[in-house]
């Protein structure tokens, strides 16, 4: 059955991709004034919400129609790099920056935004576009909200054992111990999808080498390296929370339910909770009165440590939209970024749908307090460091959370990941 529904699937994809074909190429083109724009999040109110500004557009401007299409997320990709390879590339299509934006801007497949000046940039974060900046060009606009990870935790369990929020690691290190010495679970975890860990081995080494040190590690630069001292005292330092025993037993093979993130933390029997600022979805299904026992703090300073504490682990703009090289109206395409997804209509509806807008002064659209404190946050930052599984190929970014999931388990030494991940990232160079 699961098969059959697949296999279904992937032929709807392709006539999908056929019939796209030409909307921007010159090839079987439909009627001058068409556009086409491709993303994800079929049947969700995000989805809708593409869908009535793509509508606006088209009913606000004579001579165009853009006309919008979904796929799963499963599928998208696939389905994005078919269109490519033929020629059947939608005018404006979505992607996520970085690694799943750069083929195509070294295959000159995608529109360099920069001749609109200001036109674009003016709303939003400077910080929005680096995902989406490539060789000092700009390929892209957020058309979604600002995810930031921080220290989720009970204000209840924190005022019960007189906790204050801690500000340095070794402040951290004693309100864990107060908490577990109590019977609270110092820190939840459910590390099965491995992405949990690898948010602690980001933040630690940002906060102990500073934000070029990644950077470095991956373009092989002033003498940059996986084996560089920030990334192993980060493994160290995960180890001793290892064996301090702040997470829960198990916590490696433990997952996160969609909609019960996380169900340790909500009934109160672990104390902190390291998570994207998507938890603010879990915590609006609460009733009131136990929504405000939740508060959040910033990743804490490392004694000696080089990184900027108002700096975050995160992403600036989330999902992006992209203009095609061949798209025959470039012109159309940057209006509706610009004057439709740019729009402060638009940046109010996405808050209405509990999303951060990635735009200075986030907090005027918004009325969660919580909500506008993550809005500061991301003001305050001057650097947002992306999640390494999105900045990574997808070969390295496997390999990069198993690395970091042995690293929990203490199957690997914290020089061992160094290492590890320092030659992936040379054999992954060696074949291109």
């Known amino acids: 059955m699961g098969l059959k529904c697949s296999t279904t699937f992937a032929v709807l994809v392709f006539i999908q991709v056929f019939v796209s074909v030409g909307n921007c190429s010159g090839e079987g083109a439909l009627a001058t004034g068409h556009l086409t724009i491709w993303s994800i999040n079929p049947n969700t109110p995000f989805g809708d919400l593409t869908d009535r500004f793509a509508r606006q557009f088209s009913a606000e401007n004579a001579g165009f129609i853009l006309n919008s299409v979904h796929f799963p997320n499963d599928y998208y990709k696939t389905a994005l790099r078919t269109a490519m390879q033929n020629r059947g590339t939608p005018d404006i299509f979505h992607n996520w920056g970085e690694s799943s934006l750069r083929p195509y801007v070294l295959e000159d497949k995608v529109l ?11 709303p939003f974060l400077p910080v929005a576009f680096e995902p989406v900046t490539m060789g000092g060009k700009t390929y892209g606009v957020p058309y979604s909200g600002l995810t930031g990870v921080f220290f989720w935790y009970r204000k ?4 019960k054992f007189e906790l204050a929020p801690p500000k340095t690691w070794r402040e951290f290190l004693e309100v864990g111990e107060i908490l577990k010495k109590n019977g609270i679970v110092p820190l939840a975890l459910a590390n099965k999808n491995k992405w949990p860990g690898s948010l602690y081995y980001m933040y630690l ?55 019960t993130w996380n169900s340790l933390i ?37 004694g000696g440590g080089k990184g900027n504490p108002d700096d975050l682990v995160g992403s600036p703009g989330q999902d992006y939209l992209a203009v095609s090289a061949s798209c025959r109206h470039p012109d159309a395409a940057v209006k509706f970024l610009s004057e439709y997804v740019g729009s402060e209509s638009y940046f109010r509806e996405l808050a209405k749908l509990g999303v951060v807008p990635p735009v200075q002064n986030a907090e005027t659209y918004l009325a969660d307090p919580v909500a506008r404190k993550v809005a500061r946050a991301f003001q305050a930052a001057e650097h947002v460091q992306i999640y390494y599984d999105v900045v990574m190929t997808p ?7 198993l690395l970091v999931h042995q690293l929990f388990e203490l199957r690997l030494s914290p020089e061992q990941v160094a290492r590890n991940h320092r030659d992936v990232i040379l054999s992954e160079f060696d074949r291109r």
Do not use: C
Not at 115 to 121: A, D, V
Not at 156 to 159: A, N, P, R, S
Not at 225 to 247: C, H, K, M, W, Y
């Open 156 to 159: 209840d369990l924190f005022d």
């Open 112 to 122: 360099a935004l920069d001749f609109t000046g200001e036109q674009l940039r003016k």
């Open 205 to 259: 080494v940002d906060r102990i080498g500073g934000h070029a040190v990644f950077r470095d590690a991956m373009a092989g630069r002033n003498g940059g390296s996986f084996t560089n001292p920030a990334f192993v005292q980060a493994g160290e330092l995960i180890q001793d929370l290892v064996r301090r025993g702040f997470f829960p037993e198990g916590f490696n093979r433990m997952q996160d339910e969609p909609g």
């Open 266 to 302: 909500i009934s109160g029997k672990a104390g902190m909770y390291l998570m994207g600022s998507w938890f603010l979805n879990a915590l609006d299904k609460l009733p009131s009165e136990m929504k405000e026992k939740f508060d959040f703090f910033g990743f804490p300073t490392v």
């Open 395 to 401: 070969t390295m970014a496997e390999i990069h959370k």
